[in-house]
């Protein structure tokens, strides 16, 4: 594998590069300060939304997923880390409101910081990445289709992040593992 | 409406009653007393075994969704509740010998009390109701197809499931309805 | 079982017997015709729309749950299926909109027909059942929590339409047992 | 952002690099040429799986994921594309054996290819990446926590396949794109 995945791994970096590292601490001390977390996302960014849920689970923090049976309401102290790469989510938008209402804060990771979701949120993590809101014509600037380097660097950057909060929270490889489940 | 839901509320009635008692408040002790709780069925069984997680999430119990990014491992002290209609479900089977092999009891609600699931319960919720294991030909019993009687009965079982751990919980409708999330 | 069980059943019986059937006539009409259809729902009421979908697959219907990876988006000649049991349901009053705005046609279940939601749908299916929008106070009518009624209901609706729907379609158990996955 | 995410990309591109693109492009073949196709895999490979079956579904493939509501059965034909990085996850080992009895193909991404699932598979694509079955002691090779850097690999490899899939079947950006829900 060479010529496409490269092409990938290159604008991956390019992206993640772009990312305000001071922008990513402030998310990682708000995710570590929250009395309870919610993650919400659409499509394929719900999935990455999940991936990073997951591991928050293992770093011990009260995480859950939007839509799941066991997810909490929010209120004061705790937050909703929403994803709207476009910025224009109509459900993601409805939660945000509904978050801030209840006097949660409201993380959000997007590529479009002048987007509606931005406006609802305490705080961006903004990724400069293609998105479907860029896709097509002459905004086009990736290779890959609609959001996938969106979704691409959101993987790479909740990677970090979990090394980030791992070394902040103090927890080991090993007590990450062992709350991982063996029902698989 | 009329003959339709009277016929399916009829079949549900007669189940039901066929369930024993005993058995239901020896679940609701388990459920009460486990560590952890996660709760597992495929297909549309899966759906009914959600449900009941939120309403044990209301109730303050520990409960997961197998699958679910935040659903934790189990071992000693811990309770699989797994769903498996026709007893005979290959994935529940295997989520139920990795539980018993880590410790955990496992609660198995069934219609088929001599199947291969039941051998690798500790405990089994017997309702005696039509599933995939015989809706065909002579052993059909239901105007509905597959396993809907079945799932039906585990909806209204788990309703007064719910009562039960309740009442023996304390816990209040107030303080229920108060752990139902905003995020909707 | 009896005591708890009867009483949810009898109130499941009352509240279905005041079902429109002709509603439920047209909202069976306009599923089998939809082009494609999609459901949606929150919390428990989306696990009983889950439920009805699998059912709706079975008889051949072109249909999808929102949030999967897999729908469709919806036009004219589609049909979104959405439950809002207090017909106040922030993400799906989103989604009805944006499935009014590209032209597909909209069917929604509440116990609410003067919601929000009832007055962006071109059909309603009205289940008089207790749900989130009257559970305290005076207001409340049922033994059981939050829109357990509503969701119960649902339940028996949607098995009742099941059989409407495969007399209509001409499909046999056969059939639909043969479209059941056997990857479980 | 730049050491830790720098790290990551590196890891990635080596692992990518070591991937056979004869299998890549023999994988692509059979799920161009599938009947039906379902993906399935446990936790965070799972939702990689997911995010690779919503651009196959924008490539007009038929294709499901395991657990959805309307997945269908599998027989000759047809194909399972599991994912099983550690290639002893159970229920995975579980469902291949289901698919393989009822004669359809079975494709497995995997970073054991001595592992059980591999003897259960027609055909692998091998990613030479840590796993949950290589994440301790002497045999750790990865600065990123448990699967990370497979399931990294699985999104930067498929976002690869999507690409040559494009190109294999003559589907077109905006054909895709116009296949992508607008229930958002």
Chains 1, 2, 3, 4 share one sequence.
Do not use: W, Y
Not at 52 to 61: D, E, N, T
Not at 104 to 120: D, E, F, M
Not at 149 to 156: C, I, Q
């Amino acid at each position: 594998m060479s010529t496409l995945t490269d092409a990938l791994l290159n604008e991956l970096r390019l992206t993640v590069a772009r990312v305000d590292e001071r922008a990513v601490d402030d998310a990682c001390a708000m995710l570590a300060e929250a009395g309870r977390i919610v993650v919400c996302g659409c499509g394929r960014e719900a999935l990455q939304m999940q991936g990073f849920a997951m591991r928050l689970f293992h770093l011990g923090l009260p995480v859950s997923v939007a839509g799941d049976m066991t997810a909490p309401p929010l209120g004061a102290g705790d937050l909703l880390f929403a994803s709207s790469g476009p910025g224009e989510t109509a459900t993601i938008l409805s939660l945000m409101r509904t978050a801030r209402d209840a006097g949660a804060g409201v993380l959000l990771i997007t590529a479009q910081p002048a987007g509606s979701a931005a406006r609802l949120a305490d705080r961006l993590l903004v990724v400069p990445a293609q998105t479907m809101a860029d896709d097509r014509g002459e905004k086009r600037s990736s290779a890959f289709p609609m959001g996938s380097l969106f979704e691409g660097a959101m993987f790479v950057l909740f990677e970090a992040m979990v090394l980030k909060l791992k070394h902040r929270l103090g927890v080991t490889d090993e007590v990450m593992r062992a709350r991982h489940t063996n029902l698989e």
